[in-house]
Every structure is written in C-alpha cells, then in structure tokens.
C-alpha cells in the first residue's frame, strides 16, 4: 500500500496553524505527535482510534497523549492519498470543542474552492 502524502493547511494568509501549533508543543509531545502523523501517513483512512476519530462528514482528529496533557490534530483527505492538517489545539474537555470542528471545516471549505 502505498503511503499518504501528508500536507499542512496554508491560509491565504500563508500560515500554517497545523504546523504553527505543533512548533509549540513541548518536545516529547511534540515528538509523540509526528510519530502519530507518520502512522497516519502510513496508514490513511484505516487509521483507528486511539490515535485517530472522524468527527464528522470530513473532518477527522488526531490524538496524542503524555500523562493528562492531550493535544489534537485535526484533518481531512483528500482524492489521490492526500492528508491535509488543518490546525492543532491542546485539548482540555472530554468532547472536542464545536469550534475547532468548524473551523476545519471552515479550512476543508477554503481547500476546496482553491483547489
């Protein structure tokens, strides 16, 4: 199987809030979530949780945890094995927040018309 190419989202704007947000992270969180990404990248849509969710019709996240602190992920594919990170947030509830969902989607919607 061939692997996934893994992208960051890129605003208009030009940044990369996927990438931005992992910069910050502490090294081994850091660390645990590009090991998460490669599984992804390895693996595609047949990656289960816990390391990966769909959260709705596009949008999927990807978790990563060290001790209580848990960070997230969020992407969607893309045709032709294409992953697309759109943005990352350090979770701090049970559910993942409506907003960050939307705003992948807001992000999935902007691919697509630039596309």
């Known amino acids: 199987m061939n692997e996934f190419r893994v992208e960051f989202y890129t605003t208009a704007s030009g940044h990369e809030p996927a990438r931005e947000f992992l910069d910050t ?15 992804l990248a390895k693996n595609g849509n047949d990656l289960r949780e816990p390391y990966s969710v769909k959260l709705d019709k596009h949008i999927f996240e990807l978790r990563a945890k060290i001790g209580s602190n848990i960070s ?3 992407y969607f594919f893309i045709v032709g094995q294409r ?12 559910k993942t927040p409506p907003r960050e969902i939307e705003r992948a989607n807001k992000y999935y919607q902007e691919y697509m018309q630039r596309s």
């Open 83 to 94: 992953v697309i990170l759109t943005h990352g947030f350090v979770k701090k509830t049970q």
């Open 25 to 39: 992270l502490e090294p081994k969180m850091r660390a645990k979530m590009f090991r998460t990404i490669g599984m």
């Open 72 to 74: 997230r992920v969020l």
